[in-house]
Structure formats: C-alpha cells, structure tokens
C-alpha cells in the first residue's frame, strides 16, 4: 500500500489460494489492486479488482473468476461509522451491503447493524469466494439483517449478543 498521495492511495496484492482439502496449489492464483480516496475528513471512497484462479484436484472443474468491488467508508465521529459496498464477480451481481457500527467511549458498548442484499443467483466455483459454496451449492437472492451487540464488565468479562435474519427474494426456492 502507498502513502496518501494528496487523496489518493494505492495498493496491489496476491498470493496464492489456501485449499484445505485440495493437495496441491499447482496452477492457482490470487491477486488484485485497488485504489481509495479520501475526500473529506472521514470519507474515503474506493474501487479494487481481483482475479482467482483455482485448478482443481479430485474431478472438480477448474475456474477463474474477476471480482470487481466499490467500497465506502464514513467516519462520522469518533464513535459512529457507516461502511458500504457492493460486489460483482465478472458481470453478476455478487453483494450488496451497508453496515453502521457504533462504539460508546464512555460505556464501552459496541453495537454493528448490518444490511445486506445478494442480488441474482450465485454459484461461483471458486472456494474463496464462499468457503461453503461446494456444501451448499446455489445461493438464491436474499435479503440479510444482522444486530450485534457486545458490553464490556470490568477488565476481563463481557456479555453480547446478536441476531440475523435473513429472507429470499423469492420463499419458493428456498428448497
């Protein structure tokens, strides 16, 4: 990652892909770029592209997937902050998301709703884009709602919780 120039950051990754069940990582890849600016005093706007590829042992096929991002980020003040995003892989639509996080100095207390909406119907190959995407298979469009909550007590104790719910576009293909 570089330094700010006036606005601008830039920053260039890769590496290669971590199988856990695979035995060899022979023909993967991984490696992206983005660039982010911050605008204001607190905002800061982003864009990145990555690229996967994933050769794949025991009979699954082989894939490679560009993935395109925009992100956002406002730092309110110190305690409030609202972060958004929105995802493509290729030219479908992966994930649509908001999230507003909130973290008491004076209580401790530190909450994070989060708005998220999977448009279109995703089935990628490649396991970083889901770890579970092999078990589960095809993800209808959804809609996600996510609370959580965690107080701190005292130095070494805290007591949290949370809650998600999630809703399909469409109820008949939650089969």
Same mark, same amino acid.
């Given at each position: %990652?570089?330094?700010?120039?006036?606005?601008?950051?830039?920053?260039?990754?890769?590496?290669?892909?971590?199988? $856990? #069940?695979?035995?060899?990582? %022979?023909?993967?890849?991984?490696?992206?770029?983005?660039?982010?600016?911050?605008?204001?005093?607190?905002?800061?706007?982003?864009?990145d592209?990555?690229?996967? *590829?994933?050769? =794949?042992?025991?009979?699954?096929?082989?894939?490679?997937?560009?993935?395109?991002?925009? =992100?956002?980020?406002?730092?309110?003040?110190?305690?409030? *902050?609202?972060?958004?995003?929105?995802?493509?892989?290729?030219? =479908?639509? *992966?994930?649509?998301?908001?999230?507003?996080?909130?973290?008491?100095?004076?209580?401790?207390l530190?909450?994070?709703? %989060?708005?998220?909406r999977?448009?279109?119907?995703?089935? #990628?190959?490649?396991?970083?884009?889901?770890?579970?995407? $092999?078990?589960?298979?095809?993800?209808?469009?959804?809609?996600? #709602?996510?609370?959580?909550?965690?107080?701190?007590?005292?130095?070494?104790?805290?007591?949290?919780?949370?809650?998600?719910? %999630?809703?399909?576009?469409?109820?008949?293909?939650?089969?």
């Open positions: %990652r570089t330094k700010r120039w006036n606005t601008l950051a830039l920053e260039v990754y890769g590496g290669i892909p971590t199988h $856990l #069940f695979e035995s060899s990582p %022979r023909g993967d890849a991984f490696g992206g770029a983005g660039i982010d600016s911050a605008l204001l005093p607190g905002l800061v706007i982003g864009a592209y990555y690229y996967i *590829r994933d050769e =794949r042992d025991q009979g699954l096929p082989d894939s490679a997937d560009n993935v395109y991002m925009t =992100r956002g980020t406002y730092q309110a003040n110190e305690e409030w *902050r609202i972060d958004a995003s929105a995802s493509w892989v290729d030219t =479908r639509d *992966r994930l649509q998301q908001v999230m507003a996080t909130y973290n008491s100095l004076e209580w401790g530190t909450g994070s709703l %989060r708005a998220a999977q448009n279109g119907v995703a089935d #990628f190959e490649t396991s970083e884009i889901s770890p579970y995407v $092999l078990i589960q298979g095809t993800y209808a469009p959804y809609y996600q #709602f996510t609370l959580d909550l965690h107080q701190p007590i005292g130095e070494k104790f805290g007591v949290g919780g949370g809650a998600d719910i %999630r809703q399909l576009e469409d109820s008949s293909v939650a089969g």
